[in-house]
């Protein structure tokens, strides 16, 4: 056999974040209008930078992942995740559309109500709900999702004497097959845990168990971690069944769909690695078919999907602020979006986009933000087109948390504006000011 010939090994410097040798292929596209709205006349009406949401995507999106699931199961619920965009105007189309509301504060609980949600359809999640949020919670019959046996054993001390009655799911969590597993909320099953819980909620007469609930974790990119966890609940509610001849109305499955933004470190783009509402209905109503529930007892599904319902609905719009060639001789865009507008910047590599129309030139650059922090960086490394300062630039799919997640540092929060149904934009948040301010803060008289 021929000696394999030795090839002295190099070593090779690379920029974090650029594309390595097999990397995506540069595609150079601009966003010149947002559906027939021009990103220049939006910026120059409402300011830069500028959020903007379609109606039209989210009602689309919602009505995509609902046929997804009622063709394949015959009782689906939506239950609109608040902490992932809780705009009033948006939730609202939320609710337009059937959707419950999935709360995880009591500030979220008051905006379903004051949304106008029927509180017997607000489930009430999180690992925090103090004695009088649980109080009044459990009066208005809405669904109390108990995180913890502390919670649990405060319940059973609210409603022992009292005569009523709450409505309550536990969630669970669980090995799953996908890794880190998520284990700080709710009762573990394969500890025995949750089975634990539910045997002693059936004991007490204060609670009526009328679920059992699951969020695996978010951005989960395999179904079958779906068809597992679907299978274990549904492996309680018929374990529940024998035992106390009790019926579970719902199984909740929770969020955690993938969407399309790309993870920072991922090899392959979001848009071709996230799976389809149709494949992640197929994995979690298959698992339920496939368990011991008789036809009949079919309980009703819940999905309280969050990011994979709004994130391509979101656009974040910007102005170029200028251009600059750094130390290292790479160039660096710095554009007035920072990262205290754009968390999720912080786990994805947003796509970005010339809002006008440009030619073929593109080097690698650095896209900062605004801020003075040095990690106020957008993109590490991205193929750009030279812009002039006053540039456009659109980000696409931020929908989803920015708007929850946004902070106010070093600057005013800006307009969020809903391109609607009729073709009119709305401001649906107005641009915040000193006055946002001095209506919250106080200055004692000895410092006036
Ligand atoms: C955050 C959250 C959701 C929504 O999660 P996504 O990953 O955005 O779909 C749903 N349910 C619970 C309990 C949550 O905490």
Redesign the pocket.
């Known amino acids: 056999m021929e000696k394999i010939r030795y090839e002295r090994p190099v070593i090779n410097k690379i920029q974090s974040g650029l594309p390595d040798k097999f990397g995506a292929k540069f595609v150079l596209e601009s966003k010149t209008d947002i559906e027939g709205h021009s990103v220049t006349e939006l910026l120059n009406t409402f300011g830069s930078p500028l959020y903007v949401l379609s109606e039209n995507t989210i009602r689309s999106t919602y009505r995509e992942l609902i046929q997804a699931f009622t063709t394949r199961y015959p009782k689906v619920q939506m239950a609109w995740?608040y902490?992932?965009n809780y705009l009033d105007a948006v939730c609202r189309i939320y609710h337009q559309e059937g959707s419950w509301a999935?709360v995880?504060s009591w500030f979220e609980y008051e905006k379903a109500v004051h949304n106008g949600v029927d509180p017997k359809k607000i489930i009430f999640?999180g690992p925090h709900k103090s004695q009088e949020e649980l109080k009044a919670a459990i009066q208005n019959g809405s669904l109390i999702h108990i995180d913890h046996f502390d919670e649990l054993y405060q319940i059973i001390q609210m409603t022992q004497h009292d005569g009523t009655k709450a409505k309550v799911a536990i969630r669970i969590n669980m090995d799953t097959g996908i890794y880190p597993q998520w284990e700080r909320f709710g009762f573990n099953y394969e500890n025995g845990e949750a089975w634990n819980a539910i045997n002693r909620i059936m004991a007490s007469e204060g609670m009526e168990l009328v679920g059992l609930h699951t969020?695996i974790g978010?951005?989960i990119m395999s179904p079958s971690g779906y068809a597992v966890a679907a299978s274990k609940l549904a492996e309680l509610a018929v374990r529940t069944d024998r035992k106390f001849a009790h019926k579970l109305k719902y199984i909740d499955m929770?969020?955690?769909?993938a969407t399309r933004n790309t993870l920072k470190g991922a090899y392959l783009p979001g848009s071709d690695t996230c799976p389809t509402f149709d494949e992640y209905a197929d994995a979690i109503t298959g698992a339920l078919f496939h368990s011991e529930i008789r036809p009949e007892d079919m309980p009703l599904l819940i999905l309280?999907?969050?990011?994979?319902l709004i994130d391509d609905a979101g656009y974040l719009l910007g102005t170029v602020i200028a251009n600059k060639r750094m130390a290292s001789g790479r160039r660096g865009m710095i554009i007035d979006i920072g990262v205290n507008n754009l968390f999720t910047s912080f786990w994805y590599e947003h796509s970005i986009m010339p809002g006008i129309p440009v030619n073929a030139d593109a080097e690698d650059t650095q896209i900062c933000g605004p801020l003075c922090m040095n990690i106020d960086v957008i993109r590490q490394a991205i193929r750009f087109p030279l812009l002039q300062p006053g540039d456009p630039v659109v980000i696409e799919r931020i929908g989803?948390y920015n708007m929850t997640q946004w902070m106010q540092f070093i600057a005013y929060r800006p307009n969020v504006v809903l391109l609607a149904d009729d073709g009119n934009p709305y401001i649906i948040r107005k641009k915040e000011s000193l006055e946002t301010f001095q209506q919250n803060e106080l200055v004692p008289d000895y410092l006036k």
């Not at 309280?304 to 994979?308: D, L, N, S, Y």
């Open positions: 995740s902490k992932t999935e995880v999640n969020h978010t951005y929770g969020g955690g769909f309280e999907t969050g990011r994979a989803a």
